[in-house]
């Protein structure tokens, strides 16, 4: 794109204040894609409309030294522009954007950034890293689509967006040429949609077009009459888990039970308690939609290296070398900060 020239002072200094100016919300969904992908995004966009106002990164396991020709494959497919991911490259909706190789992808206010991979035998997810990012960059306007792949890569990304109130979709492994990741996906249980490729454009454009989501907490009814159904939801849930939500933060809880609305097309609470009585199922997702865990190993880099530096160090020393080292993770999800200290020590 050429440098743009200005006449005068006053456009500059215009162009100045626009440009700084916060974009209008939208949606980004982050694909992550792996073996059988290709197949599974020229689907995909192929039934995606190029004016549905979202923004789409994908995201694919690369080799180091893989020269792409995905945008002019994915051309073929859809009216979006569709390009490769370069340094401070702004998002913008109706656009298709694709991870370069050797490189990890992350978002900083809707702005992408590349990251060389971590020099460390560990294994690199690249998948799991950016759905990280974007979860924590757009909150409840992200959305994580998971699609034929092998191995886990995705899951931990899929819970982080769910953890921040986002939207995550799975393309049916039944359909997939490669199940691993779609199957690995569902396993966690918090799944909004599990899909045929070919059908995931239109519930991702029925679930942006939903009231709950376009205009959150506008349900239907009184403080009163509201506050009476959330008691009913919460009622079904302790009778089926055990659990009782009803003193739980009401804002958190509300915006979870909206994106079950959305998920469902449903507009209004008391449409929704009929649904949980006749769909017990409903009432076990939206158990887990409430306890989401956000975990990972090594999560806060800075304090694993201070535990090692300082902490641990110092502990060890002063043990004998057949006593024992007890330590106890408070709030570790499914174990991986638990894990992350054993290998630790």
Not at 97 to 117: A, D, E, G
Not at 272 to 298: A, C, R, W
Request: net charge positive; hydrophobic share 40%.
């Amino acid at each position: 794109m050429g440098r743009t020239r200005y006449d005068s002072e006053e456009m500059r200094i215009l162009a100045d204040n626009n440009k700084n100016k916060a974009p209008a919300k939208f949606h980004i969904v982050a694909i992550g894609a792996s073996a059988g992908g290709l197949e599974a995004l020229e689907s995909l966009f192929d039934n995606m409309p190029s004016d549905s106002n979202t923004a789409f990164i994908v995201i694919q396991h690369l080799s180091p030294t893989h020269k792409s020709s995905m945008d002019s494959l994915l051309s073929r497919y859809t009216a979006m522009p569709v390009r490769h991911i370069e340094e401070g490259l702004a998002v913008k909706p109706n656009h298709i954007y694709l991870n370069p190789p050797n490189k990890n992808v992350t978002v900083l206010n809707r702005t992408l950034q590349l990251l060389p991979l971590p020099e460390s035998s560990r294994l690199n997810m690249p998948i799991d890293f950016f759905f990280r990012a974007l979860a924590k960059d757009q909150g409840e306007k992200a959305v994580g689509i998971i699609l034929s792949g092998t191995a886990k890569d995705g899951t931990l990304g899929i819970k982080a967006i769910k953890g921040e109130g986002g939207m995550a979709m799975v393309q049916d492994p039944e359909t997939a040429k490669y199940d691993g990741m779609p199957k690995s996906a569902i396993g966690t249980g918090i799944v909004d949609f599990i899909l045929p490729v070919e059908k995931m454009p239109e519930a991702l454009a029925q679930y942006v077009r939903h009231p709950a989501i376009k205009s959150p907490s506008q349900l239907k009814g009184s403080k009163t009459q509201l506050q009476n159904q959330l008691q009913k939801i919460f009622a079904l849930i302790r009778n089926a888990s055990g659990h009782d939500f009803s003193h739980y933060k009401q804002n958190t809880i509300r915006r979870r039970i909206e994106r079950r609305l959305a998920v469902h097309q449903i507009d209004d609470l008391s449409e929704y308690i009929s649904y949980l009585q006749n769909n017990p199922k409903e009432i076990q997702t939206l158990f887990k939609d409430m306890l989401i865990g956000v975990t990972g190993f090594f999560r806060d880099a800075k304090a694993y290296e201070i535990l090692e530096k300082e902490a641990l160090a110092d502990l060890l020393k002063q043990k004998s070398p057949d006593a024992q080292v007890r330590v106890w993770v408070v709030g570790c999800s499914t174990g991986e900060e638990a894990y992350s200290l054993g290998i630790l020590i």
